[in-house]
């Protein structure tokens, strides 16, 4: 049975079917408080000739609100298990491939690598809860990360308010879940079995994780599943839903794209550069103060150009397999392609010569709360 | 809880629904027939009064009888005159007994010179009397944070200032109020401060579901016909947020070497 | 019956009720709120309402306010 999509979320009213025109591109640009109405005409094709003004804005308004830096931060694959049937996954339970998870020496090493690298932020990623990587297990290398970095992020599983609250106490400050897709039908499609399924727990497990008291919440779509326009005005609905209703966290967007031909999974409704740098204009034009990131999926160039173009955080040198920070060769396939292969010097040293400074840490662990995190 | 009827622009606070965008006070009139005109001409539906002791031998000119029998009219009292949360509670109370209705406008103004509201105070009044189901409409400073938190303990309103009462120095918080309007989950009312029709507007404009005047109208040179005149405006500002402003000019000049050059090259 | 009404020391010829001692005081009528011992005495209840020596009386009514 395919859910319903709660009154916050629903794109409709703003997505008429109208053809947005030119008119409607400038008056969007001009806005004093634009929205998704706005989002809708800066996505549309109306928008292509103001491409670069669009990049314009996007970079005075980054700019503005995060100066001339980057902040960084580096993915850590603690465990590849996973029950899901996602069509779209190289971790989807049915794709034949060594899985493995950690364990907590292995985890201390990659992290000891990754801080030898320089970075103060990790996310840590896992598949769906297992009996291998469940959450204790995360418990576990939450506290462990803690110990190490300022910022310790999650990007796993939907969890309960209580769970979050226990992860918060032990350190993490971030909690990244995308819905993927906003849409219910393809979503339902797209997810063939496992608990991922769920539609509407995932949908409302951001807020749970802001009730837990997390300092951020990560929210994205993969672009290619559904119409990308839709589900950026879904995105942006959340956001803005999430921001009303939680107010003392912030939150972070992410478009992670699905590459033409990545694995056996054909994207429907395939985006390319264009349009994703479309995006993130439309997006910090809308949202002017919300972190935007780009991953290593993406290639070199296109990194090099969006950086500062509304992009404020990025993460090099990634692993996208099971640890793989400590191996020459990785044990495991990785969840994607990293496209962007080059060392944490030499990406830092492409933005400086760009004139963006890499900003490895921006907050102190020391401002945890004593008792364990902050009860909202 | 959405703030507005689509259907017919009405607004809705605490469950009550109103068309009328303009709020008024009742306060500086030089007598009850000019200030009851001004009301009629505003077409206020919302409008503040306030609480004094009653002389052993009233004297006083009877204020409020005459609004009393206006129908479609809620009064609204406010608190002021209190200068912490026990006081202003007290007034509540007081005022819901007198005007039958759950409406209040909590204003505690310490100091008697700026008139400014204490936020504390406020806030604390608001928690409390939100919990014994008034619909709170909280005077404020202009400050972001405090309407989330005044939201959170259950006002059914915001009504952050747009100058101190009684300067006529318009919309000098502007800023915050985008700021507010813009995570603001009630109606926002801009009140203190308004001296023209056209601020008034501006402050629909911008997105505010309303304003309250009351200085700029008894102090006019001709008070009822001020209030007819922000009727209008305050009408031609919300017409105006809904249609939809034309963009702001001073585009960006284009820079001499594109910053989207890096897309045409080759890439998927 | 000495009272305090409205801060002030009052003598009231007629106190067997609130409505009786509002009724002296002139504003029988008159919309106004009484709180006795800083507690509010609903009109419904107001001629029922007794009144003792000492007791602090405050009366309110709605004046012009912005």
């Known amino acids: 049975m395919t859910p319903q999509m709660p009154a916050w979320l629903d794109p409709s009213p703003w997505l008429d079917g109208r053809e947005s025109t030119p008119a409607d591109v400038e008056r969007a640009l001009g806005c004093d408080a634009p929205g998704p109405r706005e989002l809708a005409a800066l996505l549309s094709p109306a928008a292509h000739p103001f491409m670069e003004v669009m990049a314009q804005h996007a970079r005075a308004l980054t700019q503005r609100h995060f100066g001339r830096t980057i902040s960084m931060y580096a993915p850590l694959y603690l465990a590849n298990y996973c029950t899901n049937g996602c069509a779209y996954c190289g971790f989807a339970s049915d794709r034949i491939q060594p899985r493995r998870r950690l364990e907590l020496p292995e985890a201390e090493d990659e992290l000891a690598m990754l801080k030898g690298m320089g970075f103060e932020e990790v996310l840590l990623l896992t598949g769906e809860r297992t009996s291998h990587a469940g959450f204790d297990y995360l418990l576990e290398c939450v506290s462990l990360a803690a110990q190490r970095f300022h910022a310790v992020g999650i990007e796993a599983f939907p969890m309960t308010t209580r769970e979050y609250a226990l992860l918060a106490e032990a350190g993490c400050t971030g909690v990244t879940l ?58 942006l609905r959340h956001a803005v839903h999430l921001q009303r209703e939680h107010w003392k966290s912030g939150i972070t967007l992410s478009f992670p794209r699905l590459r033409p031909q990545s694995g056996n999974f054909t994207a429907m409704f395939p985006v390319d550069e264009a349009w994703l740098a479309q995006l993130v204009f439309a997006v910090r034009v809308v949202l002017p103060d919300v972190p935007l990131l780009l991953s290593t999926r993406e290639r070199p160039e296109f990194r090099d150009g969006m950086a500062g173009l509304g992009i404020s955080k990025m993460s090099a040198g990634s692993r996208t397999s099971v640890g793989g920070y400590g191996e020459a060769e990785p044990m495991t396939e990785g969840q994607f392609q990293v496209s962007d292969t080059r060392s944490v010097p030499e990406f830092c040293s492409m933005l400086r010569n760009r004139g963006l400074e890499p900003v490895f840490k921006n907050w102190d662990s020391v401002f945890r709360d004593a008792a364990g995190g902050e009860h909202g | 809880m959405e703030r507005q009827d689509k259907a017919q622009d009405a607004w809705v606070v605490g469950g009550h629904r109103f068309s009328s965008r303009l709020l008024m006070g009742t306060g500086k009139f030089q007598d009850a027939e000019t200030m009851v005109r001004a009301v009629l001409a505003s077409g206020a539906q919302i409008v503040t009064v306030a609480l004094r002791r009653v002389g052993r031998i009233p004297r006083e000119d009877d204020m409020l009888g005459p609004l009393g029998e206006l129908k479609g009219i809620t009064l609204m ?93 318009g919309l000098a918080t502007v ?71 034309m963009p702001q000019g001073g585009g960006t000049a284009l820079a001499t070497s594109p910053l989207t050059a890096f897309l045409s090259e080759e890439g998927q | 019956m000495k009272l305090i009404v409205n801060g002030e020391a009052y ?22 709120v009484v709180a006795l011992n800083d507690e509010v005495i609903p009109s419904s209840s107001r001629s029922a309402c007794g009144l003792r020596e000492g007791d602090r009386v405050e009366l309110f009514r709605l004046v012009g306010g912005g």
């Open chain 3, 11 to 32: 003598e009231a010829k007629r106190h067997e009720s609130v409505s009786a001692l509002l009724e002296e005081m002139g504003i029988g009528g008159r919309p106004v």
């Open chain 1, 178 to 235: 995308y819905q993927e897709t906003y849409d219910p039908r393809q979503y339902d499609r797209l997810h063939r079995w496992g608990p991922k399924k769920d539609y509407l727990d995932r949908l409302d497990a951001p807020a749970r994780a802001m009730e837990a008291g997390m300092r951020t919440v990560g929210l994205g779509v993969l672009l290619g599943l559904s119409d990308p326009a839709f589900d950026a005005v879904c995105l």
């Open chain 2, 175 to 245: 800023e915050m109020l985008r700021l507010i309007l813009r995570d603001a989950r009630i109606p926002v009312i801009v009140d203190a401060g308004l001296r023209s029709p056209s601020e008034a507007a501006a402050a629909l404009e911008m997105g505010c579901d309303a304003v309250l005047v009351n200085s700029a109208v008894a102090a006019a040179g001709d008070p009822v016909a001020m209030a007819a005149a922000f009727a209008q405006a305050v009408k031609a500002g919300r017409d105006a947020h809904r249609a939809g402003l």
């Open chain 2, 77 to 169: 009292p406010n608190t002021s005159g209190a200068r912490n949360a026990s006081e202003a509670i007290r007034a509540a109370r007081l005022g819901r007994e007198l005007c039958g209705s759950p409406f209040v406008k909590v204003e505690i103004h310490p100091n008697p010179h700026h008139l400014m509201p204490d936020p504390i105070e406020t806030f604390e009044a608001a928690r409390i009397l939100a919990a014994e189901g008034f619909v709170v409409m909280p005077y404020m400073p202009a400050d972001p944070v405090l309407a989330k938190r005044l939201e959170d303990v259950g006002c059914a309103s915001l009504m952050p200032l747009g100058s101190a009462i009684g300067s006529g120095r």
